[in-house]
């Protein structure tokens, strides 16, 4: 019994390492997994909140640092989505029309027409 708790990793510990996992998983995915683990960490913060008295300055220290790196992979992956979703919006937009130049350079914009088929019966 003792050396189950000698070897097992103490809470601070283990929220750290849940904070390398989440780290671990916006750099390589799936970003769903994020869900899960964030409720794990919350939980356990908690659970550490609610039954320590002192709380070590060094586990705050990584805490606060990990937490901070983490926070700018979320962020740039957000700026990333944003990124791709107005390249996608842009390449919709542009898909139905041909833009070229007039011989006096001005821009001259071709709507796709629809081809249609007229049917005898």
Known sequence: MI????????RFDRVLRLL?????????????DLAGLVERR?????????????IPQGFLTALKARAERNGH???????GVKSAAAEVARID???????????AGAQVDFARTRVTRDTRA
């Open 73 to 79: 992979l979320i962020k740039a992956a957000i700026a």
């Open 42 to 54: 919350e939980a356990l913060i908690a659970e550490i909140l609610a039954q320590e008295t002192v």
């Open 3 to 10: 050396a189950s708790l000698l070897s097992s990793p103490s």
């Open 93 to 103: 937009e542009a898909q139905g029309r041909l833009r070229t130049y007039s011989a």
């Open 20 to 32: 390398d996992e989440e780290r671990r998983t916006l750099l390589k995915g799936p970003i769903a």
